[in-house]
């Protein structure tokens, strides 16, 4: 029989998604993980086989949070500007307080070029956002909400590239100005 585990998995894939999320894949050492998780070195390996392991259920864990509070966003029934506008200054709002970026933006630059697993996490996961989002603006075009020679599918691109920019130029030192900037600029393109 099994022993049972005398630890929260949740809390520990949490725990190691704030890390690898803080420092990258690379940087972040088992050191560090059992540090953010509490956990012995072989609690982690026995649980999660690898450091690689561990970062794909923290990846996905990440995901999972992340597309929940949009597709809430973008479920809410509300103008579709005043949606992305929202989503918008979530980001922002974030930056401003914790500067981490994007886990799914930092894991593009640094391990999808070269880890073809990652890679299709990460497709998959934009596959989903730009379904979701074409769907939002599609609606919002039924409505008369947006111009019928709009392609919902490009300005799904537009935005889910714009969220990506302005992760990345929070990352590259840009502040809440830059921020409210290309959030302006965005939304005068929709």
Partial sequence: ???????????AVEAAMRAFW??????????????????????????????HDLFEKALRHYISVKNAQLFERLE?????????????????AEEVEDGLGCLVVNTMIELAPRDPAIAEELRRDYERRLVALRDVFAAAQR????????????LA??????????????????????????????????
């Fill in 76 to 92: 809410s029934g509300a103008p579709v500007r005043e949606t992305i506008r929202g989503m918008f200054d979530g980001i922002i």
């Fill in 22 to 51: 803080a420092a990258g894949y690379e940087a972040t050492s088992t050191e560090d993980l059992c540090r953010a998780t509490g956990l012995g070195r072989s609690s982690i390996y026995n649980t999660f086989k690898s450091k």
């Fill in 1 to 11: 029989m099994a022993r049972p585990r005398k630890f929260d998995e949740e809390r």
């Fill in 157 to 190: 691109h537009f935005v889910i590239s714009t969220v990506s920019g302005m992760r990345t130029a929070a990352r590259a030192g840009g502040g809440k100005d830059a921020l409210e900037g290309i959030a302006d600029s965005a939304m005068n393109a929709l």
């Fill in 143 to 154: 409505a008369g909400e947006i111009g019928g020679d709009r392609d919902p599918t490009a």
